[in-house]
């Protein structure tokens, strides 16, 4: 398929640095671009703390779902990293959720999801911070009524026991010729000329960005289900062979 690209905010939380998410924020309503907010429930990540807290977060976050159509998804609970396990895609080495048992996952799960149904932002989507989760995340995950997983590097989206992966690949504005394609962006750490570079890239590229529900909606053929399953699988078997010799 020809590419389509949906847009993804990373660490969003009271605390933010507010100047470039508004930069970045800007441009995306100036050209109805509806990208996927990660909402950190209840950040604890001192990192995350540029900025003093915004009393009317919530309010601007229910804004930009029920206002401008930007679609909420649950980013993590507390944003702390609390073991050295890079989960299935063996990206980074820090996680809130792989390497702990199911039921700890799942008690830090749902109470981040009570907190954005309390503040009217239930969803079920999830963005696993820092790229890592395991099986027992996923596990986790079917248990609270989860449907979706923002992430993955694959081409197309794919299902795997309940939850259906929306492939998360680049962080750099590069137009890829194929696939459904997901930019990452941490806008804390953007560059001082990325608005410019994100509006250069919607002015020619405006056609070809959807947002999460139309990327839902991406149905991969029968074979990629089974090469993507077949990947899946080989990860969730090499994180299981790493996490018998860290136990050793």
């Known amino acids: 398929m020809k590419a389509r690209y949906l847009f993804r905010l990373d660490d969003i939380c009271p605390t933010m640095d507010w100047a470039r998410f508004n930069a970045v924020a800007d441009i995306f309503m100036r050209f109805e671009v509806q990208p996927l907010l990660g909402v950190i429930p209840d950040n604890k990540d001192a990192s995350l703390k540029r900025d003093p807290a915004d009393p009317r977060f919530w309010d601007k976050m229910r804004h930009f779902h029920s206002a ?3 679609t909420i998804s649950q980013h993590g609970y507390q944003h702390q990293y609390v073991t050295r396990d890079a989960g299935i895609l063996g990206i980074n080495k820090n996680s809130e959720f792989a390497g702990l048992p199911r039921d700890i996952q799942f008690e830090k799960i749902a109470k981040g999801k009570t907190i954005l149904t309390k503040e009217d932002l239930a969803t079920d989507i999830f963005m696993p911070p820092s790229h890592s989760f395991d099986q027992n995340t996923i596990d986790a995950l079917m248990d609270s009524e989860f449907r979706f997983v923002t992430d993955g ?3 197309l989206p794919y299902e795997r026991k309940g939850i259906k992966f929306i492939p998360c690949q680049i962080s ?3 137009p890829i010729p194929i696939g459904l394609v997901t930019f990452c962006l941490h806008t804390n750490t953007i560059e001082a000329d990325f608005p410019e570079k994100l509006n250069h890239f919607l002015t020619n590229n405006r056609n070809r960005t959807i947002n999460f529900t139309e990327a839902a ?3 991969a053929s ?5 090469i993507e ?3 899946l699988s080989v990860r969730r078997a090499a994180h299981s062979v790493r996490a018998r010799r860290r136990a050793v």
Not at 222 to 226: E, G, N
């Open 153 to 155: 590097y694959s081409i």
């Open 222 to 226: 029968a074979s990629q289900v089974l």
């Open 217 to 219: 909606e991406v149905r």
């Open 68 to 70: 401008r159509g930007w």
């Open 172 to 174: 750099r504005l590069v």
């Open 229 to 231: 399953g077949a990947v």
